[in-house]
């Protein structure tokens, strides 16, 4: 369960001096339910208790709309498992769309702590094999084992950043440690805090269909709305490859990211 805030105009001037107060609605979106309160703009500093009180022991998973500025208390909730599977759905999903060759499709992995060794059965189904720069060694040499048994596909432990020079493309959800230019793409959570000459992919952003957007809350961000129905109600059709994403530093679709990294393996 989750709540939105959803400001509604209340249309002509006696509606504006006689503003409404502030309210709460059950809404349902793939099945799940979530909680709405409806607010008549404008949202002033005395509504914010309100709000809060409202959204109760769902405070902090509160979703704005993206012009509101709330104030400091009032942070915005985070959805680390749904980042999480979009970056492996986008993975798969850019060498799917790139329909090399099966030989080419070697991906590289960094996982310095084993938090992602789970990626390795899926990734494993659309690449031929996947080279890993991991700190814990013994948790992907184990990994190793089970996927050659189990699909037949290496696994391969990588001394250095110089492995990944066969690679289509990089996953590297918490970034790299090298300045060095990689030759493929590199899809992370965030970008760089530091100079690195890599093309990196970050941001992100799965939109939902054209017919399902009419549907969705007024003025929430459809990333952040997906992201919490997965979250926070369980339900896993929302989570996809995202269609939109930061590359080399401006905004793009995957069919961008897909045509760099077919060029990359062709060179």
């Not at 503003?19 to 607010?39: C, D, M, N, Q, S």
């Not at 914010?48 to 109760?56: C, E, F, P, T, V």
């Not at 769309?97 to 938090?115: H, N, T």
């Not at 440690?177 to 990689?182: G, Y």
């Amino acid at each position: 369960m989750f709540v939105v805030l959803e400001a509604r105009d209340c249309g002509g001037f006696m509606g504006r001096i006689f503003k409404p107060g502030a309210h709460t609605e059950t809404r349902e979106a793939f099945g799940a339910r979530y909680g709405a309160i409806v607010l008549h703009p404008p949202v002033k500093a005395r509504d914010w208790n309100r709000i809060l009180a409202l959204a109760g022991r769902y405070s902090d998973r509160l979703l704005l709309p993206s012009w509101l500025t709330p104030p400091p208390e009032v942070t915005p909730p985070s959805f680390p498992k749904y980042d999480r599977l979009v970056i492996l759905k986008t993975a798969m999903e850019i060498i799917k769309l790139s329909r090399m060759p099966m030989y080419r499709r070697i991906a590289g992995l960094v996982d310095e702590k084993g938090e992602y060794a789970d990626f390795l059965y899926p990734l494993l189904h659309h690449y031929t094999s996947v080279k890993v720069l991991t700190d814990n060694t013994g948790l992907y040499e184990q990994e190793s084992a089970k996927m050659m048994y189990e699909l037949g596909a290496p696994v391969l432990l990588a001394k250095d950043y110089s492995a990944f020079s066969d690679c289509a493309l990089i996953v590297a959800p918490h970034g790299i440690r090298t300045a060095e230019s990689l030759k493929c793409p590199v899809i992370s959570k965030n970008p760089p805090a530091s100079a690195q000459f890599s093309d990196f992919i970050t941001d992100l952003r799965v939109a939902p269909s054209a017919d399902a957007r009419e549907a969705f809350p007024e003025g929430i961000d459809y990333h952040a709305f997906l992201a919490a129905l997965y979250e926070y109600c369980g339900v896993e059709a929302v989570c996809l490859a995202a269609s939109r994403m930061i590359f080399k530093y401006r905004e793009c679709d995957i069919g961008e990211v897909v045509s760099a990294v077919v060029k990359v393996t062709n060179t």
